[in-house]
């Protein structure tokens, strides 16, 4: 099996800034895309940012040139780090990421998530 681990939430003030890691572990043979998705109460889930293996980005417009992803393969952990942070960034983060397991094929996991508060 494969576990997403996050960390780095917490409270901020706006325009503070946060990083996010996520660090993927079990019986990983590759990772594909990874990405980062938020939940605010009473909301769907939406897509923040993702990278692909070879570190091409997607951002959703509300967070370009404030958020940036990153991934460091080797270490099959993915980052969001978070600046000028605003109110409406409030939400649990969660990583999800694409992974090959051998016999099995890819399939898709989730983190157990992360809250980021954004509040004076």
Known sequence: QVQLVESGGGLVQPGGSLRLSCVASGSIFSINDMGWYRQAPGKQRDLVATITR????????SVKGR???SRDNAKNTVYLQMNNLK???????????VVSILGVGAKNYWGQGTQVTVSS
């Open 54 to 61: 070879g570190k091409s980005t997607v951002y959703v417009d």
């Open 67 to 69: 958020f940036t992803i």
């Open 87 to 97: 109110p409406e960034d409030t939400a649990v983060y969660y990583c999800n990421a």
